[in-house]
Protein backbone atom coordinates (compact mmCIF):
# COMPACT_ATOMS: atom_id res chain seq x y z
CA UNK A 1 0.00 0.00 0.00
CA UNK A 2 1.17 3.32 -0.60
CA UNK A 3 1.25 6.17 1.76
CA UNK A 4 -1.54 7.84 0.63
CA UNK A 5 -3.85 4.69 0.53
CA UNK A 6 -2.84 3.50 4.08
CA UNK A 7 -3.75 7.45 4.76
CA UNK A 8 -7.13 7.66 3.26
CA UNK A 9 -7.45 3.97 4.65
CA UNK A 10 -7.07 5.13 8.10
CA UNK A 11 -9.55 7.56 7.98
CA UNK A 12 -13.07 8.01 9.20
CA UNK A 13 -15.33 10.96 8.59
CA UNK A 14 -18.85 10.85 10.07
CA UNK A 15 -21.59 13.59 11.69
CA UNK A 16 -24.00 12.81 14.25
CA UNK A 17 -27.95 13.04 13.41
CA UNK A 18 -30.59 13.44 16.58
CA UNK A 19 -33.55 14.94 17.93
CA UNK A 20 -32.37 17.60 19.95
CA UNK A 21 -31.95 15.95 23.54
CA UNK A 22 -31.24 12.98 22.51
CA UNK A 23 -27.63 12.85 23.68
CA UNK A 24 -25.59 14.26 21.03
CA UNK A 25 -23.82 16.78 23.06
CA UNK A 26 -23.18 13.93 25.78
CA UNK A 27 -21.87 11.31 23.23
CA UNK A 28 -19.70 14.02 21.52
CA UNK A 29 -18.11 14.67 24.54
CA UNK A 30 -17.50 11.00 25.23
CA UNK A 31 -16.38 10.06 21.87
CA UNK A 32 -13.39 13.14 22.60
CA UNK A 33 -12.63 10.97 25.98
CA UNK A 34 -12.24 7.46 23.97
CA UNK A 35 -9.97 9.65 20.97
CA UNK A 36 -8.10 11.02 23.99
CA UNK A 37 -8.75 14.38 22.63
CA UNK A 38 -10.10 15.48 26.46
CA UNK A 39 -9.09 13.42 29.72
CA UNK A 40 -12.37 14.12 31.91
CA UNK A 41 -15.44 14.16 29.95
CA UNK A 42 -17.55 17.73 31.05
CA UNK A 43 -15.06 19.96 30.17
CA UNK A 44 -16.23 20.66 26.41
CA UNK A 45 -18.83 23.79 26.36
CA UNK A 46 -21.53 22.65 24.29
CA UNK A 47 -23.42 25.49 22.14
CA UNK A 48 -27.03 23.78 22.50
CA UNK A 49 -28.58 26.31 20.41
CA UNK A 50 -31.46 23.88 19.65
CA UNK A 51 -32.59 24.66 23.55
CA UNK A 52 -32.76 28.15 23.63
CA UNK A 53 -35.06 30.82 22.49
CA UNK A 54 -33.55 32.55 19.71
CA UNK A 55 -32.14 35.74 21.88
CA UNK A 56 -30.19 33.22 23.87
CA UNK A 57 -29.01 31.48 20.59
CA UNK A 58 -27.89 34.63 19.29
CA UNK A 59 -25.99 35.43 22.58
CA UNK A 60 -24.47 32.29 22.32
CA UNK A 61 -23.53 32.28 18.41
CA UNK A 62 -21.65 36.01 19.35
CA UNK A 63 -19.19 33.59 21.37
CA UNK A 64 -18.40 32.22 18.27
CA UNK A 65 -15.22 30.68 19.36
CA UNK A 66 -17.28 28.19 20.96
CA UNK A 67 -19.15 26.77 18.17
CA UNK A 68 -16.21 27.19 15.77
CA UNK A 69 -14.22 24.56 17.96
CA UNK A 70 -16.58 22.20 18.27
CA UNK A 71 -17.80 22.08 14.20
CA UNK A 72 -15.15 19.64 13.60
CA UNK A 73 -13.26 17.61 15.90
CA UNK A 74 -10.44 15.47 15.01
CA UNK A 75 -8.66 12.47 16.98
CA UNK A 76 -7.00 9.47 16.91
CA UNK A 77 -8.68 6.21 17.56
CA UNK A 78 -7.13 2.76 17.39
CA UNK A 79 -4.36 3.29 14.84
CA UNK A 80 -7.54 5.27 13.13
CA UNK A 81 -7.93 8.94 12.28
CA UNK A 82 -11.54 10.14 13.09
CA UNK A 83 -12.93 13.43 11.89
CA UNK A 84 -16.34 13.90 13.66
CA UNK A 85 -18.62 16.84 12.19
CA UNK A 86 -21.37 18.84 14.42
CA UNK A 87 -24.30 19.41 12.56
CA UNK A 88 -26.13 22.33 13.53
CA UNK A 89 -29.67 21.00 15.91
CA UNK A 90 -32.30 23.52 15.29
CA UNK A 91 -34.56 22.81 12.52
CA UNK A 92 -34.20 26.30 10.98
CA UNK A 93 -30.65 25.19 9.96
CA UNK A 94 -31.20 22.34 7.68
CA UNK A 95 -29.69 24.08 5.13
CA UNK A 96 -26.53 24.09 6.71
CA UNK A 97 -26.49 20.53 8.18
CA UNK A 98 -27.36 19.20 4.59
CA UNK A 99 -24.28 20.83 3.58
CA UNK A 100 -22.22 19.14 6.01
CA UNK A 101 -23.75 15.71 5.79
CA UNK A 102 -22.56 16.07 1.83
CA UNK A 103 -19.26 16.33 3.52
CA UNK A 104 -19.21 12.95 5.54
CA UNK A 105 -18.80 9.18 4.39
CA UNK A 106 -21.06 7.50 7.19
CA UNK A 107 -23.16 9.02 10.45
CA UNK A 108 -24.07 8.20 13.75
CA UNK A 109 -28.35 7.87 14.33
CA UNK A 110 -28.58 8.74 18.44
CA UNK A 111 -31.54 7.68 19.40
CA UNK A 112 -33.67 8.65 22.88
CA UNK A 113 -34.62 4.63 23.93
CA UNK A 114 -37.39 6.61 26.04
CA UNK A 115 -38.65 8.62 23.22
CA UNK A 116 -37.92 6.20 20.22
CA UNK A 117 -38.14 7.94 16.43
CA UNK A 118 -38.42 11.62 16.94
CA UNK A 119 -39.34 14.20 13.72
CA UNK A 120 -35.66 16.16 13.51
CA UNK A 121 -34.38 12.08 13.44
CA UNK A 122 -36.43 11.26 10.71
CA UNK A 123 -35.91 14.35 8.43
CA UNK A 124 -32.36 14.44 8.97
CA UNK A 125 -32.49 10.55 7.96
CA UNK A 126 -34.48 11.95 4.58
CA UNK A 127 -31.25 14.33 3.94
CA UNK A 128 -28.59 11.32 4.70
CA UNK A 129 -30.87 8.91 1.93
CA UNK A 130 -29.94 10.97 -0.93
CA UNK A 131 -26.93 9.89 -0.37
CA UNK A 132 -27.14 6.23 1.07
CA UNK A 133 -25.41 7.53 3.91
CA UNK A 134 -24.33 4.41 5.53
CA UNK A 135 -25.84 5.40 9.30
CA UNK A 136 -24.71 3.23 12.46
CA UNK A 137 -27.35 3.43 15.45
CA UNK A 138 -27.20 4.31 18.78
CA UNK A 139 -30.43 4.02 20.97
CA UNK A 140 -29.24 6.20 24.33
CA UNK A 141 -29.87 6.80 28.17
CA UNK A 142 -30.55 2.81 28.59
CA UNK A 143 -29.99 4.05 32.50
CA UNK A 144 -33.71 5.44 32.36
CA UNK A 145 -36.44 3.82 31.54
CA UNK A 146 -36.81 2.81 27.86
CA UNK A 147 -39.93 1.90 25.36
CA UNK A 148 -39.40 -2.31 24.54
CA UNK A 149 -36.32 -2.28 22.27
CA UNK A 150 -38.20 -4.88 19.89
CA UNK A 151 -40.56 -2.40 19.75
CA UNK A 152 -37.76 0.09 18.97
CA UNK A 153 -36.18 -1.57 16.20
CA UNK A 154 -39.82 -1.89 14.75
CA UNK A 155 -40.25 2.06 15.14
CA UNK A 156 -36.59 2.31 13.27
CA UNK A 157 -37.52 -0.25 10.54
CA UNK A 158 -41.13 1.32 9.87
CA UNK A 159 -40.84 5.02 10.07
CA UNK A 160 -37.29 5.18 8.55
CA UNK A 161 -37.50 2.43 5.97
CA UNK A 162 -34.01 1.06 6.66
CA UNK A 163 -33.52 -2.62 8.13
CA UNK A 164 -32.40 -2.30 11.93
CA UNK A 165 -29.53 -5.11 12.99
CA UNK A 166 -29.03 -5.43 16.22
CA UNK A 167 -25.20 -6.05 17.28
CA UNK A 168 -25.81 -5.60 20.92
CA UNK A 169 -28.83 -6.52 22.62
CA UNK A 170 -29.54 -4.92 26.20
CA UNK A 171 -29.87 -6.40 29.55
CA UNK A 172 -32.55 -4.77 31.35
CA UNK A 173 -33.18 -0.85 31.83
CA UNK A 174 -32.90 2.10 34.40
CA UNK A 175 -32.14 0.67 38.01
CA UNK A 176 -31.93 -3.48 36.32
CA UNK A 177 -29.60 -2.09 33.36
CA UNK A 178 -26.95 -4.70 33.53
CA UNK A 179 -25.22 -4.15 30.58
CA UNK A 180 -25.22 -5.75 26.70
CA UNK A 181 -25.27 -8.91 25.19
CA UNK A 182 -23.22 -9.01 22.03
CA UNK A 183 -24.98 -11.50 19.54
CA UNK A 184 -22.53 -12.87 17.53
CA UNK A 185 -19.46 -13.03 19.60
CA UNK A 186 -21.68 -14.33 22.57
CA UNK A 187 -20.32 -12.10 24.93
CA UNK A 188 -22.12 -9.79 28.26
CA UNK A 189 -20.31 -5.94 28.71
CA UNK A 190 -21.32 -5.67 32.16
CA UNK A 191 -22.38 -1.63 32.87
CA UNK A 192 -20.76 -0.36 36.00
CA UNK A 193 -22.30 3.23 36.68
CA UNK A 194 -20.53 5.79 37.74
CA UNK A 195 -17.38 6.03 34.97
CA UNK A 196 -19.50 7.99 32.57
CA UNK A 197 -16.68 10.61 33.32
CA UNK A 198 -13.42 8.36 32.65
CA UNK A 199 -12.13 5.95 30.33
CA UNK A 200 -12.75 2.34 31.47
CA UNK A 201 -12.13 -1.23 29.99
CA UNK A 202 -15.71 -3.13 30.04
CA UNK A 203 -16.15 -5.91 31.74
CA UNK A 204 -16.95 -9.36 30.01
CA UNK A 205 -18.68 -12.43 30.79
CA UNK A 206 -17.85 -14.71 27.46
CA UNK A 207 -20.94 -17.11 27.11
CA UNK A 208 -24.43 -16.32 28.01
CA UNK A 209 -24.80 -20.14 29.25
CA UNK A 210 -22.41 -19.82 31.76
CA UNK A 211 -22.48 -19.21 35.79
CA UNK A 212 -21.25 -15.68 35.62
CA UNK A 213 -24.07 -15.30 33.34
CA UNK A 214 -26.66 -16.41 35.46
CA UNK A 215 -25.22 -14.35 38.99
CA UNK A 216 -25.28 -11.04 36.61
CA UNK A 217 -28.86 -11.52 35.41
CA UNK A 218 -30.63 -13.42 38.00
CA UNK A 219 -34.13 -13.63 38.31
CA UNK A 220 -34.32 -12.08 34.48
CA UNK A 221 -31.79 -14.82 33.07
CA UNK A 222 -35.22 -17.21 31.82
CA UNK A 223 -36.76 -13.94 30.23
CA UNK A 224 -33.83 -13.04 28.96
CA UNK A 225 -32.79 -15.98 26.88
CA UNK A 226 -36.38 -16.16 25.56
CA UNK A 227 -36.74 -12.73 24.49
CA UNK A 228 -32.98 -13.29 22.82
CA UNK A 229 -34.39 -16.20 20.89
CA UNK A 230 -37.28 -14.18 19.56
CA UNK A 231 -34.84 -11.09 18.74
CA UNK A 232 -32.32 -13.88 17.27
CA UNK A 233 -35.21 -15.18 14.93
CA UNK A 234 -37.09 -12.03 14.07
CA UNK A 235 -34.33 -9.36 13.18
CA UNK A 236 -32.30 -8.94 10.62
CA UNK A 237 -28.13 -10.08 10.33
CA UNK A 238 -25.62 -7.30 9.88
CA UNK A 239 -24.76 -7.26 6.15
CA UNK A 240 -21.55 -5.37 5.01
CA UNK A 241 -22.99 -4.89 1.59
CA UNK A 242 -26.22 -3.44 2.74
CA UNK A 243 -24.99 -0.77 5.56
CA UNK A 244 -22.42 0.27 2.56
CA UNK A 245 -26.15 0.88 0.59
CA UNK A 246 -27.51 2.81 3.31
CA UNK A 247 -30.13 -0.04 3.68
CA UNK A 248 -29.40 -1.19 6.81
CA UNK A 249 -28.46 0.24 10.46
CA UNK A 250 -26.53 -1.72 13.10
CA UNK A 251 -27.83 -0.91 15.90
CA UNK A 252 -26.24 -0.58 19.44
CA UNK A 253 -27.27 -0.18 22.95
CA UNK A 254 -25.76 2.40 26.07
CA UNK A 255 -26.02 5.30 27.93
CA UNK A 256 -23.88 7.97 26.62
CA UNK A 257 -23.90 9.80 30.15
CA UNK A 258 -22.44 6.65 31.16
CA UNK A 259 -20.02 5.96 29.03
CA UNK A 260 -21.45 2.66 28.19
CA UNK A 261 -21.78 1.48 24.72
CA UNK A 262 -20.28 4.47 23.43
CA UNK A 263 -16.81 2.15 22.58
CA UNK A 264 -18.75 -0.10 20.57
CA UNK A 265 -19.98 2.48 18.42
CA UNK A 266 -16.61 4.11 17.72
CA UNK A 267 -15.37 0.36 17.13
CA UNK A 268 -17.94 -0.29 14.84
CA UNK A 269 -17.20 3.09 12.65
CA UNK A 270 -13.87 1.97 12.53
CA UNK A 271 -14.58 -1.90 11.76
CA UNK A 272 -17.00 -1.44 9.02
CA UNK A 273 -17.85 2.45 8.08
CA UNK A 274 -16.41 3.07 4.75
CA UNK A 275 -13.08 4.85 4.78
CA UNK A 276 -13.34 8.07 2.80
CA UNK A 277 -15.08 7.59 -0.44
CA UNK A 278 -14.61 9.21 -4.18
CA UNK A 279 -16.84 12.50 -4.56
CA UNK A 280 -18.30 13.38 -8.22
CA UNK A 281 -17.59 16.94 -10.13
CA UNK A 282 -18.83 17.71 -13.21
CA UNK A 283 -15.94 16.04 -15.25
CA UNK A 284 -15.20 12.85 -13.60
CA UNK A 285 -15.03 10.86 -10.10
CA UNK A 286 -12.10 12.08 -8.00
CA UNK A 287 -10.68 9.48 -6.20
CA UNK A 288 -8.84 10.03 -2.15
CA UNK A 289 -6.28 8.25 -3.35
CA UNK A 290 -5.35 10.67 -6.27
CA UNK A 291 -1.59 11.96 -5.62
CA UNK A 292 -2.90 15.84 -6.22
CA UNK A 293 -4.70 17.94 -4.14
CA UNK A 294 -8.65 18.53 -4.55
CA UNK A 295 -11.41 19.96 -1.73
CA UNK A 296 -14.34 21.26 -1.75
CA UNK A 297 -16.28 24.12 0.29
CA UNK A 298 -19.30 22.90 2.50
CA UNK A 299 -19.91 25.79 5.44
CA UNK A 300 -18.96 28.82 5.68
CA UNK A 301 -18.87 30.32 9.38
CA UNK A 302 -18.54 33.84 11.06
CA UNK A 303 -14.50 33.86 13.40
CA UNK A 304 -14.63 34.13 16.63
CA UNK A 305 -13.77 37.83 16.84
CA UNK A 306 -16.41 38.95 15.06
CA UNK A 307 -15.06 42.97 14.44
CA UNK A 308 -12.46 41.27 12.41
CA UNK A 309 -15.57 40.10 10.01
CA UNK A 310 -13.08 36.84 8.68
CA UNK A 311 -14.65 34.10 8.15
CA UNK A 312 -13.73 30.48 7.83
CA UNK A 313 -14.57 27.91 4.85
CA UNK A 314 -14.45 24.41 5.71
CA UNK A 315 -13.01 22.56 3.18
CA UNK A 316 -12.89 18.81 2.74
CA UNK A 317 -10.15 17.47 1.17
CA UNK A 318 -11.15 15.23 -1.58
CA UNK A 319 -8.01 13.86 -2.44
CA UNK A 320 -3.97 14.22 -2.24
CA UNK A 321 -2.89 15.80 0.59
CA UNK A 322 -2.59 19.32 2.22
CA UNK A 323 0.34 20.95 3.08
CA UNK A 324 1.15 23.88 4.90
CA UNK A 325 2.06 27.10 2.75
CA UNK A 326 0.79 24.75 -0.33
CA UNK A 327 -0.41 26.58 -3.44
CA UNK A 328 -4.06 25.85 -5.05
CA UNK A 329 -6.18 26.73 -7.64
CA UNK A 330 -9.45 28.10 -6.75
CA UNK A 331 -11.18 26.81 -9.72
CA UNK A 332 -14.31 29.21 -9.56
CA UNK A 333 -12.61 32.45 -10.05
CA UNK A 334 -9.58 30.79 -12.01
CA UNK A 335 -6.90 32.00 -9.71
CA UNK A 336 -3.71 30.45 -7.50
CA UNK A 337 -3.67 31.15 -4.56
CA UNK A 338 -0.85 30.06 -1.40
CA UNK A 339 -2.89 28.59 1.74
CA UNK A 340 -0.09 30.04 4.93
CA UNK A 341 -2.50 29.08 7.02
CA UNK A 342 -5.34 26.75 6.90
CA UNK A 343 -6.81 25.51 10.47
CA UNK A 344 -6.79 21.59 10.89
CA UNK A 345 -8.76 20.57 13.80
CA UNK A 346 -6.93 18.16 16.40
CA UNK A 347 -8.39 18.75 19.40
CA UNK A 348 -5.46 18.39 21.43
CA UNK A 349 -3.65 21.16 21.01
CA UNK A 350 -0.27 19.25 21.71
CA UNK A 351 -0.35 17.80 18.51
CA UNK A 352 -1.06 19.94 15.70
CA UNK A 353 -1.34 18.77 12.65
CA UNK A 354 0.22 20.37 9.37
CA UNK A 355 -0.82 18.13 6.82
CA UNK A 356 -4.17 16.36 6.05
CA UNK A 357 -5.45 13.63 3.97
CA UNK A 358 -8.55 12.94 1.71
CA UNK A 359 -11.63 13.15 4.10
CA UNK A 360 -9.72 15.15 6.13
CA UNK A 361 -11.28 19.24 7.18
CA UNK A 362 -9.44 22.12 7.03
CA UNK A 363 -10.42 25.54 7.11
CA UNK A 364 -9.53 28.61 5.24
CA UNK A 365 -9.21 31.96 6.22
CA UNK A 366 -12.11 33.88 4.04
CA UNK A 367 -11.42 37.14 3.01
CA UNK A 368 -14.91 37.15 0.85
CA UNK A 369 -13.75 35.62 -2.11
CA UNK A 370 -14.76 31.86 -1.25
CA UNK A 371 -18.13 30.46 -1.44
CA UNK A 372 -19.92 28.04 -0.70
CA UNK A 373 -19.25 24.55 -2.74
CA UNK A 374 -16.05 26.29 -4.01
CA UNK A 375 -13.68 23.70 -5.61
CA UNK A 376 -9.73 24.10 -4.63
CA UNK A 377 -7.37 22.22 -6.82
CA UNK A 378 -3.40 21.29 -7.30
CA UNK A 379 -4.26 23.04 -11.02
CA UNK A 380 -7.16 20.37 -12.56
CA UNK A 381 -10.16 22.25 -13.86
CA UNK A 382 -12.66 20.28 -12.26
CA UNK A 383 -15.76 21.09 -10.08
CA UNK A 384 -17.40 19.03 -7.00
CA UNK A 385 -21.42 18.28 -7.33
CA UNK A 386 -24.15 17.89 -4.92
CA UNK A 387 -23.47 21.03 -2.80
CA UNK A 388 -26.66 22.99 -3.18
CA UNK A 389 -28.54 25.97 -2.36
CA UNK A 390 -32.25 25.08 -2.04
CA UNK A 391 -35.15 27.52 -2.71
CA UNK A 392 -35.92 29.56 0.24
CA UNK A 393 -39.82 29.48 1.49
CA UNK A 394 -39.93 32.91 3.40
CA UNK A 395 -39.46 36.29 2.36
CA UNK A 396 -39.25 39.64 3.70
CA UNK A 397 -38.16 42.73 2.58
CA UNK A 398 -35.29 45.01 3.98
CA UNK A 399 -35.52 48.29 5.08
CA UNK A 400 -33.26 50.40 6.96
CA UNK A 401 -34.00 52.35 9.24
CA UNK A 402 -30.62 54.57 8.38
CA UNK A 403 -30.58 54.67 4.61
CA UNK A 404 -27.65 56.36 4.71
CA UNK A 405 -26.69 52.83 5.18
CA UNK A 406 -27.21 51.38 2.63
CA UNK A 407 -23.68 50.28 1.29
CA UNK A 408 -22.93 48.34 4.71
CA UNK A 409 -26.24 46.76 4.13
CA UNK A 410 -25.27 45.23 0.53
CA UNK A 411 -21.86 44.10 2.00
CA UNK A 412 -23.28 42.27 5.32
CA UNK A 413 -25.98 40.49 3.64
CA UNK A 414 -23.61 40.09 0.75
CA UNK A 415 -21.31 38.26 3.14
CA UNK A 416 -23.83 36.82 5.45
CA UNK A 417 -25.23 34.84 2.37
CA UNK A 418 -22.02 33.47 1.00
CA UNK A 419 -21.79 32.04 4.59
CA UNK A 420 -25.35 30.35 4.22
CA UNK A 421 -27.01 32.35 7.10
CA UNK A 422 -30.05 33.80 4.52
CA UNK A 423 -29.96 34.06 0.69
CA UNK A 424 -30.62 37.66 -0.76
CA UNK A 425 -32.01 38.70 -3.87
CA UNK A 426 -31.93 41.90 -5.58
CA UNK A 427 -35.34 42.83 -7.76
CA UNK A 428 -34.58 44.09 -11.47
CA UNK A 429 -37.52 46.49 -11.24
CA UNK A 430 -36.14 48.23 -8.22
CA UNK A 431 -33.78 48.81 -4.98
CA UNK A 432 -35.51 46.81 -3.13
CA UNK A 433 -33.57 43.87 -1.14
CA UNK A 434 -35.68 40.78 -0.21
CA UNK A 435 -34.00 37.78 2.28
CA UNK A 436 -35.22 34.73 1.86
CA UNK A 437 -34.42 31.74 4.85
CA UNK A 438 -35.63 28.22 5.27
CA UNK A 439 -36.56 28.72 8.55
CA UNK A 440 -37.93 31.97 10.38
CA UNK A 441 -34.96 32.42 13.07
CA UNK A 442 -32.68 32.83 10.17
CA UNK A 443 -34.11 36.20 9.77
CA UNK A 444 -33.59 37.44 13.18
CA UNK A 445 -30.33 36.15 13.44
CA UNK A 446 -29.68 37.97 10.29
CA UNK A 447 -31.19 41.43 12.08
CA UNK A 448 -29.01 40.53 15.20
CA UNK A 449 -25.87 39.84 13.30
CA UNK A 450 -25.95 43.10 11.03
CA UNK A 451 -26.55 45.23 13.86
CA UNK A 452 -23.83 43.41 16.06
CA UNK A 453 -21.28 43.04 13.13
CA UNK A 454 -21.62 45.72 10.51
CA UNK A 455 -23.59 48.76 12.90
CA UNK A 456 -26.62 48.24 10.19
CA UNK A 457 -30.26 48.51 11.83
CA UNK A 458 -32.32 47.35 9.47
CA UNK A 459 -36.66 45.96 10.12
CA UNK A 460 -38.55 43.44 7.64
CA UNK A 461 -41.53 43.92 5.85
CA UNK A 462 -44.07 41.54 4.36
CA UNK A 463 -43.44 40.74 0.71
CA UNK A 464 -45.93 39.09 -1.63
CA UNK A 465 -43.25 36.34 -2.59
CA UNK A 466 -44.25 32.19 -2.70
CA UNK A 467 -40.87 30.63 -3.72
CA UNK A 468 -38.03 31.41 -5.80
CA UNK A 469 -36.52 29.44 -9.08
CA UNK A 470 -32.98 29.57 -10.01
CA UNK A 471 -33.44 30.38 -14.28
CA UNK A 472 -31.16 28.63 -16.78
CA UNK A 473 -31.50 27.65 -20.46
CA UNK A 474 -29.88 26.41 -23.31
CA UNK A 475 -31.91 28.46 -25.52
CA UNK A 476 -30.13 32.14 -25.09
CA UNK A 477 -33.12 33.74 -27.36
CA UNK A 478 -35.71 32.65 -25.33
CA UNK A 479 -34.21 33.48 -22.42
CA UNK A 480 -33.41 37.34 -23.32
CA UNK A 481 -37.09 36.86 -24.36
CA UNK A 482 -38.27 35.91 -21.21
CA UNK A 483 -36.38 38.28 -18.78
CA UNK A 484 -37.79 41.26 -20.79
CA UNK A 485 -40.76 40.05 -20.35
CA UNK A 486 -40.47 38.55 -16.93
CA UNK A 487 -39.21 41.79 -15.46
CA UNK A 488 -41.72 42.31 -12.82
CA UNK A 489 -40.61 39.20 -11.24
CA UNK A 490 -36.91 38.73 -12.03
CA UNK A 491 -33.89 39.31 -9.29
CA UNK A 492 -30.56 38.48 -8.96
CA UNK A 493 -28.95 36.68 -6.20
CA UNK A 494 -26.29 36.90 -3.88
CA UNK A 495 -24.50 34.72 -5.94
CA UNK A 496 -25.07 36.85 -9.03
CA UNK A 497 -27.88 34.12 -10.54
CA UNK A 498 -30.68 35.06 -12.24
CA UNK A 499 -33.84 34.01 -10.21
CA UNK A 500 -37.66 33.91 -10.38
CA UNK A 501 -39.72 34.97 -7.80
CA UNK A 502 -43.20 33.30 -8.15
CA UNK A 503 -45.73 35.54 -5.84
CA UNK A 504 -48.02 32.21 -5.69
CA UNK A 505 -47.50 28.44 -6.56
CA UNK A 506 -50.48 28.74 -9.33
CA UNK A 507 -48.54 31.25 -10.97
CA UNK A 508 -45.27 29.81 -11.07
CA UNK A 509 -46.86 26.58 -12.84
CA UNK A 510 -48.94 29.28 -15.69
CA UNK A 511 -45.15 30.71 -15.62
CA UNK A 512 -43.52 26.93 -16.04
CA UNK A 513 -46.02 25.90 -18.82
CA UNK A 514 -45.82 29.05 -20.73
CA UNK A 515 -41.90 28.66 -21.57
CA UNK A 516 -41.36 25.34 -21.87
CA UNK A 517 -37.94 25.99 -22.83
CA UNK A 518 -36.87 27.78 -19.78
CA UNK A 519 -35.79 25.76 -16.79
CA UNK A 520 -37.06 27.04 -13.06
CA UNK A 521 -34.33 25.20 -11.06
CA UNK A 522 -35.73 24.35 -6.99
CA UNK A 523 -31.98 24.09 -5.86
CA UNK A 524 -28.76 25.77 -7.49
CA UNK A 525 -25.20 24.19 -7.45
CA UNK A 526 -22.12 26.84 -7.24
CA UNK A 527 -20.21 26.11 -10.45
P1 LIG B 1 -28.42 17.00 22.63
O1 LIG B 1 -27.04 17.52 22.43
O2 LIG B 1 -28.77 15.88 21.71
O3 LIG B 1 -29.48 18.03 22.68
O4 LIG B 1 -28.48 16.27 24.06
P2 LIG B 1 -27.55 16.40 25.32
O5 LIG B 1 -26.32 15.61 25.13
O6 LIG B 1 -27.44 17.80 25.73
O7 LIG B 1 -28.46 15.59 26.33
C1 LIG B 1 -29.75 16.02 26.68
C2 LIG B 1 -30.02 15.62 28.12
O8 LIG B 1 -30.02 14.20 28.19
C3 LIG B 1 -28.99 16.11 29.11
O9 LIG B 1 -29.65 16.30 30.35
C4 LIG B 1 -28.07 14.92 29.24
O10 LIG B 1 -27.38 14.90 30.46
C5 LIG B 1 -29.07 13.79 29.15
N1 LIG B 1 -28.47 12.53 28.72
C6 LIG B 1 -27.69 12.28 27.64
N2 LIG B 1 -27.35 10.99 27.59
C7 LIG B 1 -27.93 10.39 28.63
C8 LIG B 1 -27.96 9.05 29.14
O11 LIG B 1 -27.35 8.13 28.60
N3 LIG B 1 -28.69 8.85 30.26
C9 LIG B 1 -29.37 9.84 30.90
N4 LIG B 1 -30.05 9.53 31.98
N5 LIG B 1 -29.36 11.10 30.45
C10 LIG B 1 -28.66 11.37 29.35
P3 LIG B 1 -30.10 17.69 30.89
O12 LIG B 1 -30.53 17.51 32.29
O13 LIG B 1 -31.09 18.29 29.95
O14 LIG B 1 -28.84 18.56 30.77
P4 LIG B 1 -27.58 18.60 31.75
O15 LIG B 1 -27.95 19.62 32.73
O16 LIG B 1 -27.41 17.22 32.33
O17 LIG B 1 -26.48 19.00 30.85
Not at 192 to 215: V, Y
Not at 418 to 443: H, K, M, Y
Not at 469 to 497: C, P, Q, Y
Request: glycine share 8%.
Amino acid sequence: MSNIEKEVAKRRTFAIISHPDAGKTTITERLLLMGKAIEVAGTVKSRKSDRHATSDWMAMEQQRGISITTSVMQFPYRDHMINLLDTPGHEDFSEDTYRTLTAVDSALMMIDGGKGVEPRTIALMNVCRLRDTPIISFVNKLDRDIRDPIELLDEIEEVLSIKAAPITWPIGCYREFKGVYHLANDRIHVYTPGHGHERTEDKIIQGLDSDEARALLGDMYDNFVEELELVQGACHDFDPEEFMAGKLTPVFFGTALGNFGVSHVLDAFVDWAPAPLPRMSQEREVKPTEETFSGFVFKIQANMDPRHRDRIAFMRVCSGKYEQGMKMRHVRIGKDIKIADALTFFSSDRERLEEAWGGDIIGLHNHGTIQIGDTFTAGENVSFTGIPHFAPELFRRVRLKDPLKSKQLRQGLQELAEEGATQVFFPERNNDIILGAVGVLQFDVVASRLKEEYKVECMYEPINVWSARWIESTDKKKLAEFSSKATDNLAVDGGGHLTYLAPTRVNLSLTEERWPEIRFNATREHH
